[in-house]
């Protein structure tokens, strides 16, 4: 069975401060990973995906990948009181062919 | 403006009513899926489409809920006879032609059952 494991928070963070967001898989077959993030009432929206082991970056938000250990993590730089909100980490196995396998979510609070 | 677009978004009902929600899919995007979100359980693959042929609804309970896509702009699915545990939200997502990409969700029918 297919698992997403999320730390489910809330983590609180100061404005400004780094954002730190940790997410485990447990399908090795996992090839694609996608960082959501849903406001309080409102639809999942993505907002990073990430493909290949190693960074990648856009504007504050930076992806980080390890399949050598399972791992995804999402970066917020300059965190922003905008930026509260629950992050969602989804997994999809390869292919293309199967849905996304979704964490239960982290809660993010910046505190101003 | 490209977005899923879902009716109703809100949808109270009996217990023993059939529910139908809807779901509109971005144009062009040749994969469909249908969520639901709990507090407890998080979100839950129920179906998905591709090209409008069924690949998995093993997340569905089979005897009550049913999900189609008559065509490539309308996908349904469909709860009979709804029951208070499936309260929830229920979001549609659809994503482009090209594997590994990400999926766009739709704001949700948010289903209440009394």
């Known amino acids: 069975q297919k698992e997403v494991e999320q730390n489910s928070g809330p983590l609180s963070v100061p404005e400004g401060a780094i954002a730190s967001l940790n997410c485990t898989y447990s399908d090795r077959g996992s090839q694609s990973f996608f960082w959501y993030r849903q406001y309080s009432g409102k639809s999942p929206e993505l907002i990073m995906s990430?493909?290949?082991?190693g960074d990648k970056e856009d504007g504050r938000f930076t992806a980080q990948l390890n399949k050598a250990s399972q791992y995804v993590s999402l970066l917020i730089r300059d965190s922003q009181p905008s930026d509260s909100a629950t992050y969602l980490c989804?997994?999809?196995?390869?292919?293309?062919?199967?849905?996304?396998?979704f964490g239960k979510g982290t809660h993010l609070i910046i505190q101003p | 403006d490209a977005r899923v677009t879902q009716t109703p978004r809100h949808k109270v009902t009996e217990m023993g009513q059939e529910v139908t929600m809807r779901c509109q899919p971005i144009l062009g995007h040749n994969t469909v899926f249908w969520y639901r979100q709990t507090m407890m359980q998080g979100l839950e693959l129920l179906a998905y489409?591709?090209?409008?042929?069924?690949?998995?609804d093993s997340g569905m309970p089979k005897d009550r809920f049913s999900a189609e896509m008559p065509d490539a702009t309308l996908a349904t699915l469909k709860i009979q006879p709804s029951e208070p545990r499936d309260s929830a939200v229920y979001f549609c997502?659809?994503?482009?032609?090209?594997?590994?990409?990400?999926?766009?969700f739709g704001q949700g029918t948010r289903l209440t059952v009394v």
């Open positions: 997502a659809s994503g482009p032609r090209t594997a590994n990409t990400e999926a766009f």
């Open positions: 990430i493909y290949s082991n």
């Open positions: 989804a997994v999809r196995t390869g292919g293309g062919a199967d849905g996304l396998t």
């Open positions: 489409f591709r090209n409008r042929a069924p690949l998995d």
